[in-house]
């Protein structure tokens, strides 16, 4: 079973950037596509940001796009997540996600995923 640990979260204010990570099981990256998806209290999980196996093709949610980026190292095993001009409202717990590539259909819909981390927390503050 894949195993996926998020680092990188914290606390910034409305403007600033943050660089979150997976840490994804050995030797299996590249079979995966991965995203990233967030939940804020009282709210449902959306997703934010999606990749495929190869890191060729990359998907965003509106809210997002223009602000942040989603990129993959395979031989590293790990996932990326660039946030900048960070507003309050992207406030939320944020998870990583990896679904096998031949069951990938909606790339930024939870029923492509069948593995998830923890969560690392992201507040920003205005």
């Known amino acids: 079973q894949v195993q996926l640990v998020e680092s990188g979260g914290g606390s910034v204010q409305s403007g600033g950037s943050l660089r979150l990570s997976c840490a994804a099981s050995?030797?299996?990256?590249?079979?995966?596509?991965m995203g990233w998806f967030r939940q804020a209290p009282g709210k449902e999980r959306e997703g934010v940001a999606a990749?495929?196996?190869?890191?060729?093709?990359?998907y965003y949610a509106d809210s997002v796009k223009g602000r942040v980026t989603i990129s993959r190292d395979n031989a590293k095993n790990t996932l990326y997540l660039q946030m900048n001009s960070l507003k309050p409202e992207d406030t939320a717990m944020y998870y990583c996600?990896?679904?096998?590539?031949?069951?990938?259909?909606?790339?930024?819909?939870?029923?492509?995923?069948?593995?998830w981390g923890q969560g690392i927390q992201v507040t920003v503050s205005s």
């Open positions: 990749i495929d196996s190869v890191g060729m093709s990359t």
């Open positions: 050995k030797y299996t990256t590249n079979r995966y596509c």
């Open positions: 996600a990896a679904g096998p590539a031949w069951e990938w259909t909606q790339p930024l819909s939870r029923r492509s995923y069948n593995y």
